[in-house]
Structures are given as C-alpha cells and as structure tokens.
C-alpha cells in the first residue's frame, strides 16, 4: 500500500511530497490573495482594511480545517505506518464528521461574536459595513471553507499529493473567474468577493470528498463505512489542537495589529498591513507546504521506527524554509513599489505605508517558517503536547512586544512587534526540537555535519 520504499532516495521522497503540498498551499492562498488584488484595485484602501478585518472572524473554519486536516492526516499517515487499514478509514471518515459538526459550532460563534470582533478591532464606517458584508456571506456557507481547508491535507496523506494540488488549482481558478465577474463586472464589493470564494471552496469539498469514494484513493471507503469513533477524534483533536491553535493565533495577531494600527495610524495603516500580509502569506503558505509536505514521510518512517530517515527529512525541510523565506524577504526589499503596485490603484499614501510594513514588518519573516516546521514536526511524531507548547508560546511571547513597542516607537513599533518576538521565540524553541531528536536517538549526541546525515 505504501510509497515510501526502502531502497527509494530520501530527498526523492521528500520532494514527492514537498512540491505538490507547496503548490496546493500556495495555490490555497490565492483565495485571499486574489481577493486582495480585485478589492485594492475596484473598492481601495477602504475595502482592504475591511475584508482584513473579517479575517479574524471567518478564519475560525479555516482553523478548524487545519485542525482536522493535519490532526486526521498525522493519524492516517501513522496508521499506514503500521499497515492498519481499517484504522485509516474509521480516522478518515471520524475527520469528515468532525468537519460537520466543528462548522456548525463555529457558524454560531461568528453570528454571535462577529460584531463585536469587528469593533474590537476598531472597525468603523464604511470598513466596517465591507467586512459585514464579506462576514455575512461566508458564515453561512461555513463547512465548505473548514472542508475546502481539510480535504486537500487529507488526499495527500492518502498518497495522492497530484490529486490535492489539483483540487486547489481548480478551486482557485474558479475564484478568480468569479472574482472579476462579482467584483469587476456586477459591481458585487465584498459581498461578491466571499461569494466567489465561497463557490470555489464548495467545489473542492465535492470533489474532494468524493475522491475518497472512487478507485484513486488507495483505502476507498464507501458509505456503509462512514463511521465515527470517539477514540479517533480524540487521537485526532490531540495531535491537530496545536495547527488550531497555531492558526487562532494568526487570526488574534491580524486582530491585535488592526486595532493597534487603527490607533496609532488610520484606516490606510490596516489597508497596507492587510498588503503586507499577502505578500507576508506567500512566504508563509510556501513554508507551510514544506512542512506539510514533509509531515507525511516523518509519520510514516516514525510509525515504521526509521528515525534515522526521520532527521533526514526535517533537515531538508529546514534548509529550504529558511533558503526560500530569505529569498523573498530580498525580493521585496529590492523592488518593494512593483510588489505592492500589484494591490493598490495608485493610491500614494497606501503605497508609502506598505513600503515602510515591508522594511520592518517582514525582514526576519523566515523565522515564521522555522516555527511552523517545528510545530508540524512535532505533531507529525505523535509529540501533540509539545507542538501545542509552540503555538502557545507563539501568542504569549508576541503580546508584550504588541504592547510595549507601540508605546516607544508608535506605528513603527506596531510594525516591529512580530519579527521581535519571534526571534526571542526561536531562541527558546531551536533547542527543545534538538533534544527531542537527540533523545528519540534520531540523531546521535554529537551535532552532525551535513554530509554525513544525507543519505541518497
């Protein structure tokens, strides 16, 4: 049943993985990305700083898509591990349940809570009737964004990464379709940007779904074998809290800078945070789909106690986490007026705004990538606990940046407070990762050099 033969190369076996999860997740993005491109240029500044403050509420689904998609898809890699494979389906099928029942909780926390996160935030005018109306679209259609989130994680932990890009290629293609028709065309706002996305993300939850039920799917389940276990979902809740987590507190720190940003700057300040943030999300995304790439070899060769196999795939993953992110972090400062031109239409002060969020906002952004591989190599070796510790640790230490800096450095400090805070984090955190593999005895006492740990 397995891929990952024995005598096959390491770096072979990672980049099978890699590359289709960096697509899937890049192309993932391009749902708010493309979002961000139709509303800077039709709506303006004031249609970004909306829709960038309706993130931290909608993102609640795609928070529990994370948690379903890499918890259910750390079991299932685990289980194939083992050659279990009525444990893979029973995991599976356990994932589709709690994407349905985790939606509906969280479609009545945004009813409830959407407003008040809104105003929280300082969201005000004409921003805050743009960010109701991309609210009050996406909320109803609820489990098809944490499902459109999920499903993609899930096919590629059943050896199909191709089939997992293919399903976000399609639904962003149908998204930039219908952005221009909504958007650019109808005249639709905010309102036809969350339609388009939400119309794409149902069609990659159809189809994904569906995936599971034909030949292509390596376990094919049918409908008489959709079953729940409580003992699943746990193991699933267990090793996935830490991606919600992690993802919760991408959507408080967005929270968090509006706010802040709102005070010590205007309504211009978050439309160029919002900006930054996309460009921002494409390191992050491509971060993200190394790690998740290399999640399920790192399941598997430790379900199978190849820990030698184990340390070679988080090796490579590092070394291209932080090559790419100080790629870009180059990119943007070396041409930082093209990049934004691309989300503005011509708006000087938003141009001006952005450029300065890109110099201080972004220069040590290769260390989010760090974290976010840490984490996911954690969960991705049944360590949940620790993988929690992180994301945890990744709120706690950047709220007193958040709070302080401002007070020193106004606006400069708001922009300033992450990439501070995630060096201190990174300090504390590279060496709990060091002794796990040390004690595990996936890598030997002594530090290795990099020739002898590659093995093709």
Not at 106 to 125: T, W
């Amino acid at each position: 049943m397995t891929t990952f033969h024995a005598d096959s190369s390491i770096t072979r076996t990672f980049w099978r993985y890699a590359i289709p999860s960096i697509a899937a997740m890049v192309v993932s993005g391009l749902y708010q990305i493309i979002d961000g491109i139709f509303v800077g240029h039709y709506i303006g500044f004031e249609g970004l700083a909306g829709i960038n403050m309706a993130w931290p509420a909608i993102c609640i689904l795609g928070a529990i898509g994370v948690m379903v998609g890499m918890g259910t898809g750390s079991v299932m890699s685990i289980y194939r591990g083992e050659n279990k494979l009525e444990k893979t389906k029973v995991a599976l099928t356990t994932g589709f349940w709690l994407l349905a029942i985790l939606s509906i909780i969280a479609i009545s926390c945004i009813v409830l809570l959407a407003k008040d996160i809104l105003l929280a935030q300082g969201a005000e005018g004409q921003n805050f009737a743009y960010a109701m109306d991309y609210i009050n679209v996406l909320m109803f259609g609820g489990f098809f964004t944490a499902s459109a989130t999920a499903l993609p994680m899930l096919v590629r932990n059943d050896e199909s990464p191709n089939v997992a890009t293919f399903l976000l290629v399609i639904g962003a293609l149908i998204n930039i379709v219908l952005d221009y028709v909504f958007i650019g065309v109808m005249g639709l706002g905010l309102s036809g940007a969350a339609l388009a996305t939400l119309m794409a993300q149902a069609c990659v939850t159809v189809l994904g779904i569906g995936y599971f039920f034909t030949q292509r799917s390596s376990i094919q389940i049918t409908l008489q074998e959709v079953l729940f276990s409580w003992n699943k979902a746990k193991q699933s809740f267990s090793l996935g809290a830490s991606a919600l987590v992690m993802y919760l507190y991408g959507s408080f720190v967005v929270a968090m800078h509006n706010a802040l940003m709102m005070y010590y700057g205007s309504a211009t300040t978050v439309g160029a945070y919002a900006i930054v943030g996309y460009l921002f999300m494409l390191y992050y995304l491509l971060a993200q789909g190394i790690a998740e790439g290399a999640q399920p070899p790192i399941s598997y060769y430790f379900g199978a106690r190849e820990n030698k196999k184990v340390y070679q795939i988080f090796k490579i993953a590092l070394k291209w986490v932080i090559i790419t992110g100080i790629g870009w972090v180059t990119i943007l400062n070396i041409s930082p007026e093209l990049t934004t031109a691309l989300f503005t239409n011509g708006d000087k002060a938003l141009i001006a705004e952005t450029i300065v969020g890109i110099r201080y906002h972004l220069f040590a952004m290769f260390l989010d990538g760090m974290i976010v591989l840490i984490t996911i190599y954690f969960l991705s070796v049944n360590e949940g606990k620790k993988a929690m510790v992180i994301s945890i640790s990744n709120i706690v230490i950047q709220l007193p940046f958040l709070l302080i800096l401002p007070k020193w450095f106004g606006i400069d400090g708001v922009w300033l407070a992450m990439p501070v805070s995630n060096i201190a984090l990174i300090i504390c955190i590279a060496p709990m990762v060091w002794n796990h593999l040390k004690t595990q005895k996936i890598i030997k006492p002594l530090p290795l050099t990099s020739t002898s740990v590659m093995s093709h």
